[in-house]
């Protein structure tokens, strides 16, 4: 594998009620190396929303309830949200296009799509979006914050040093704060899924976890045969 940074895992939430439809998109963007989360109403959305910091939403229109309109626009006016959403409907009416970009949409496609030109769509926002904000881009979570543009960490407000592989355990953890990452999404972004050995994801966080310990933070907690997640 060529030496360098390794690309971010781009994450993406879709909103779609039609389990079908969200199991095929989420099976897709998988299979492209997209991290996927699936809500089936717009409450479900918001609530994964404030867990996980996001590079793409896939939003339907036609959501029980609140309906997707109403989402995006409580998104971008109220949660300050300028995550790209690219629009996915039956809905092909001229009119119904323009509401959505009037809202806030990114891109807009009519089902039936070709799951061939959602990923081409998706990629090219969040290449977009990543273009635009890389310099800006700041997870925090806790006393920790880290600065994607320069690979800086602090704790508490100090700067700690961690190598590379640290640094890339730590953003996923901070991408997901407070939820279990799987062991497997830690092995594909570290290893494209082949590690060196079956040990060697907790050999990395145990240095991660000794060298935030020696700056005050014991806060990643370990799900028993699951996985990994940071705590306050």
Known sequence: MPH????????????????????????????EGFFVDIARNAKSALYELSRTSYDLILLDIGLPGTDGYSFLKHMREKLQLSTPVLMLTARAALEDKLRGFHIGVDDYLTKPFALEEVVMRARALTRRSKQLSETAFILSFGPLQYSLADQLVTVHGRPIKLPRKSLMILELLM?????????????????????????????????LRKALHQHGYDGIETAH????????
């Open 4 to 31: 360098g940074k390794q690309p971010i895992p781009y994450t993406v939430l879709i909103i779609e009620d039609e389990l079908a439809i969200a199991e095929n998109l989420s099976l897709t963007f998988e299979e």
């Open 225 to 232: 045969s699951i996985g990994w997640r940071l705590v306050k």
């Open 175 to 207: 991408r997901y704060a407070g939820r279990v990452v799987p062991r497997q999404k830690f092995e594909d972004y570290l290893w494209l899924g082949d590690p060196p050995s079956s040990e060697a994801l907790r050999s990395q966080l145990h240095l």
